[in-house]
């Protein structure tokens, strides 16, 4: 089982960035991707969901709402994020697992990580 995150850069402020979760050793619709985000001096918190299963619906933190959009195709899942804010700043990591709605955002439940993308908002 792999996870490889990228697409990751500098960009200004309401700028765009689509970041790729490439996959393989596994059947994407099996299992829930989410991606989580690192800004420096803080903890890792959970960014968006994409659930398994053929429906595809999808789950994002409140301050990613409307401007974050999560999908997926057969092997990689994308995360196209518009109107970046600096705020915005940090390792994007894709993770890989079967969460319950009530711990998606919990990181324990995820069992294959990718490596992590950096993205820098500034001017």
């Known amino acids: 089982v792999q996870l490889q995150a990228s697409g990751g850069g500098l960009v200004q402020p309401g700028g765009a960035l689509r970041l790729t979760c490439a996959t393989s050793?596994?059947?994407?619709?099996?299992?829930?991707i989410s991606w989580f985000r690192q800004a420096p001096g803080k903890e890792r918190e959970w960014v968006a969901a994409?659930?398994?299963?053929?429906?595809?619906v999808t789950y994002y933190t409140e301050s990613v709402k409307g401007r974050f959009t999560i999908s997926r195709d057969t092997a990689k899942a994308y995360l196209q994020m518009n109107s970046l804010k600096p705020e915005d700043t940090g390792i994007y990591y894709c993770?890989?697992?079967?969460?319950?709605?009530?711990?998606?955002?919990?990181?324990?439940?995820?069992?294959?990580w990718g490596q992590g993308t950096q993205v820098t908002v500034s001017s």
């Open positions: 050793g596994f059947t994407l619709r099996d299992y829930a």
């Open positions: 994409i659930r398994n299963g053929g429906g595809s």
């Open positions: 993770a890989r697992g079967r969460p319950a709605l009530g711990v998606i955002r919990n990181e324990e439940m995820y069992y294959n």
